[in-house]
């Protein structure tokens, strides 16, 4: 058995980011891509479905619309502190009024 080591092909030399000045291998220079190409077929299929997504955006990720249950603690302690303070009021007007009233 012979055996015959075959010789590679040797690789190609791709510039796509060199802008060349020699004339010689100017053949070798790979066009630029067409980004703007590549993305409107990409796009064009999934219009639809871009359409009725970008309706859906308009809602938040996080619901935030119930704020009395993101503040419910906080309320629930004021509420009392607001109570107390009303019965303490009353309290203070009502003996107020009998002291006036026993004067007269």
């Known amino acids: ?22 004339d010689v291998i100017q053949h070798e220079q790979v066009k630029s891509a067409d980004v703007a190409e590549l993305v409107d077929r990409g796009v064009e299929g999934k219009r639809d479905e871009i359409r009725d997504n970008n309706e ?23 509420e009392r502190r607001t109570q107390a303070a009303m019965i303490k009021l009353m309290n203070e007007g009502s003996g107020h009024d009998a002291s006036v009233s026993v004067a007269d």
Do not use: C
């Not at 012979?2 to 092909?9: H, K, L, N, S, V």
């Not at 938040?60 to 309320?75: E, H, Q, S, T």
């Open 1 to 22: 058995m012979t055996d015959r080591i075959e010789p590679q092909a040797e690789p190609v030399l791709k510039l796509r980011n060199y802008r060349l000045h020699d």
């Open 56 to 78: 859906v955006v308009v809602v938040p990720k996080k619901a935030n619309w119930d704020l009395r249950r993101d503040i419910a603690d906080k309320l629930a302690f004021t």
